[in-house]
């Protein structure tokens, strides 16, 4: 069975960063994308960041530029995504989620390409 487990969500304080983690299990993964999305009160689930099977390509939503930066180290089935500079406006629930190698690389950011989805991890932010 797939599971998808994250991790390291928490209160924090504005100005202040987390790392997620996202640990794959139940499958070889090889060859598939990662992404993390959110999900806010009241709004839709939203992308946040992506990257590739071999780390060379990254997408991210205009709100999570030059502040988070996802990675991954395939050895051990993981996916991060480390927040920093953390706003109100980022308190969601942070969902891990894998893609299949069939799609292409080019356009990460497409939650319905992705098969696989762990159950969250709230991320809470307070001003």
């Known amino acids: 069975q797939v599971q998808l487990v994250e991790s390291g969500g928490e209160l924090v304080q504005a100005g202040g960063s987390l790392r997620l983690s996202c640990v794959a299990s139940?499958?070889?993964?090889?060859?598939?994308?990662m992404g993390w999305f959110r999900q806010a009160p009241g709004k839709e689930r939203e992308f946040v960041a992506a990257?590739?099977?071999?780390?060379?390509?990254?997408n991210y939503a205009d709100s999570a530029k030059d502040r988070f930066t996802i990675s991954r180290v395939n050895a051990k089935n993981t996916v991060y995504l480390q927040m920093n500079s953390l706003k109100p406006e980022d308190t969601a629930v942070y969902y891990c989620?894998?893609?299949?190698?069939?799609?292409?690389?080019?356009?990460?950011?497409?939650?319905?390409?992705?098969?696989?989805w762990g159950r969250g991890t709230q991320v809470t932010v307070s001003s």
């Open positions: 139940g499958r070889t993964f090889s060859g598939y994308a």
């Open positions: 989620a894998a893609r299949s190698p069939s799609f292409a690389d080019s356009n990460l950011a497409t939650a319905s390409q992705y098969g696989y």
């Open positions: 990257v590739n099977w071999s780390g060379t390509n990254r």
